[in-house]
């Protein structure tokens, strides 16, 4: 897990490692560059990040796209260096509160976002990089009917061939609560909405919201953590989405009864508090799920300038198959 800092350049990692690792221990990383930011994108690919975006102390949107590499040394211990990584002559409009995957440690796919002037944005683009990470071509993806415009959404790329979009908050301001799948199994990528009505769903109701994690768990799921509704309210609940339960995403968009499609867990023990705007990551088994930060209702600590509280908890959560 690694954390990039808002309005800071400092980044931190927690190594976890290959064995199920209860209380990781953190580590400041000395890396300097990129600037300090908030609501940019970090994906993972191989032993390298790649960053996107964002929004500057000044409350300029960034459209810079920069790669970190990850190394081990016996002597200097884990090290982060980064690199303004050469994209052009085509980039993305500047933006924040977008949302960002990689897939198949290759790709790297963005969509929406709070661009220029406070408008939020529409647009998916897919970024492919060179072998020796050193460049790489910006290429947007044009397909009809896409996700509307909007931000603190998710994208999640399950199985290395779909590509997962939930939630957000539309131009309207409003919380949503619609699925998008992406499937990149073809040449022809394609947006395909897969509607359901909440009263199907066992408190169904609660599911529309912003800031939330999404992280993929053992069996192909989606596991849905936190975020905040319409009025600010932050949430603890834990939702599983299975797209498995879908029976073909090339279906043309059609209401259907998929109340198998969403299930609410119920949470044992520890209880943190309501949170919105953290991260999450699962490990190699997909049955924990490390999660830190975010904003939290009530005063944890003297609110920033902004008037935002943030909390710096870091807990795990042990998903327990029932038969």
Known sequence: ????????????????????????TWQKVNSGSPSGRFGHTSVAMHDSLVLFGGINDHGSRQNDTWVGQVAC???LGIT??????????????PRGAHAACSIDDRLMLIHGGI????????DTWVLELSENLCYGAWREIL???SP??????SLTCIGGTKIVLFGGRGLGYEVLNDVWILDIADSYWKWVQILYELHNIPEGVSLPRVGHS???????????YGGEDSNRHKKDDFWVLDISAIPSVSMQPTTLNLAK???????IGYKPKRRSFHRACADHSGRYLYVFGGMVDGLVQPAESSGLRFDGEHFLVELVLQL
């Open 1 to 24: 897990m690694l954390l990039l800092g808002r309005h800071l350049d400092d980044t931190w990692l927690a190594f976890i490692g290959k064995d199920f690792q209860p209380i990781p």
């Open 73 to 75: 040394h016996e002597t």
């Open 80 to 93: 982060l260096s980064w690199g303004l990584l050469d994209v052009a002559p085509i980039t993305p409009p």
């Open 115 to 122: 661009g220029l002037n406070g408008l939020r944005l529409s």
């Open 143 to 145: 397909t009809y009917p």
């Open 148 to 153: 509307s415009a909007r931000s603190g959404h």
């Open 214 to 224: 999404a992280t993929p768990i053992l069996g192909g799921r989606l596991l849905i």
């Open 261 to 267: 499609m969403w299930r609410r867990l119920r949470s």
